[in-house]
Nanobody, 120 residues
Framework: QVQLVESGGGLVQPGGSLRLSCAASGRIYSIYSMGWYRQAPGKQRELVAQGNSNGITNYSDSVKGRFTISRDNTKNTVYLQMNSLKPEDTAVYYC??????????????WGQGTQVTVSS
């Protein structure tokens, strides 16, 4: 069983920064892509940023220029550096991975979520 474990959420003032981490563990052959989604209260889950194994990244328009996604392939870990945070960034942030798991092939996995609150 593959697990995604997130860390780094918390409370930050507007304009501040946070860095989220997500480490994948288990019987992983390869990871095609890893990314971050978020869900605010009363809203649908939305893509924040995603990066594939070729280094191609994409971001939602609302975070472009403020958030940066990066990966450490040696550690099966993805990071989300969030700068210039705004109250509207408040949400539960979920890590996701599209990978090849031993005995199961291609699968999608989600982390448990980490709360990010931007408030003064």
């Amino acid at each position: 069983q593959v697990q995604l474990v997130e860390s780094g959420g918390g409370l930050v003032q507007p304009g501040g920064s946070l860095r989220l981490s997500c480490a994948a563990s288990g019987r992983i052959y390869s990871i095609y892509s890893m990314g971050w989604y978020r869900q605010a209260p009363g809203k649908q889950r939305e893509l924040v940023a995603q990066g594939n194994s070729n280094g191609i990244t994409n971001y939602s328009d609302s975070v472009k220029g403020r958030f940066t996604i990066s990966r450490d392939n040696t550690k099966n870990t993805v990071y989300l550096q969030m700068n210039s945070l705004k109250p509207e960034d408040t949400a539960v942030y979920y890590c996701t991975a599209h990978l090849v798991e031993a005995d199961y092939g291609r699968r999608d996995y989600w982390g448990q979520g980490t709360q990010v609150t931007v408030s003064s």
